[in-house]
């Protein structure tokens, strides 16, 4: 097991620490939604997103392994069949962190974490490419019609030495 962070810990020693930051989980899996002190809800993100990153693996080592963390098989197998499925397409980032002002008593920095279950929009990709190319298609023909009198003279002079006969029709076209 990892050594718990140097410095200040949430409520004192690293066994209350690591109890209350799996309180935290525990609500957090059943309520969807929590309002905790922000340094608190910093905390408990990267703790959560693993447990949740543990329940869409699925497997029974990984329902062990949350189990021990949580404890309340009812809250684990809550996780496990509802909450892995809803965010199965989504590569990280369960959780959002919302600061809702300070608290009455203390004046602590107060925030809302929240389960981001919302499924995952995938941006077209090639509705950008295709407005990409577009523009390039039509720039080049205005390069095309954009002509230096040194190069009129030249088209001239290929053109008066051509062996071809125009008809008063194509000599109105040019």
Not at 56 to 70: E, F, N, P
Not at 137 to 160: G, H, I, L
């Amino acid at each position: 097991m990892p050594k718990p962070t140097k410095g200040p810990r949430l409520g004192g020693g690293p066994a209350h620490e690591r109890l209350m930051l799996a309180n935290l989980a525990s609500q957090l899996f059943e309520h969807k939604s929590i309002k905790t002190t922000e340094t608190k809800a910093k905390r408990l993100r990267p703790y959560a997103e693993r447990l949740i990153t543990f329940a869409k693996r699925g497997d029974l080592h990984a329902r062990r392994r949350v189990l021990a963390v949580i404890g309340d098989k009812s809250i684990v197998h809550e996780l496990f069949t509802e909450i892995a499925p809803l965010v199965a397409e989504r590569d990280g980032g369960y959780t959002r962190i919302t600061k809702i002002g300070y608290r009455k008593g203390d004046n602590a920095p107060m925030a809302q974490i929240e389960l981001v279950l919302e499924p995952v929009v995938k941006k077209a990709k090639p509705a950008k490419a295709a407005a990409k190319t577009a523009p390039v298609v039509e720039a080049e023909p205005e390069a095309d019609e954009t002509v230096t009198p040194a190069e009129a003279e030249v088209d001239e002079a290929v053109a008066s030495d051509s062996t071809e006969v125009e008809t008063p029709a194509e000599a109105e076209a040019k």
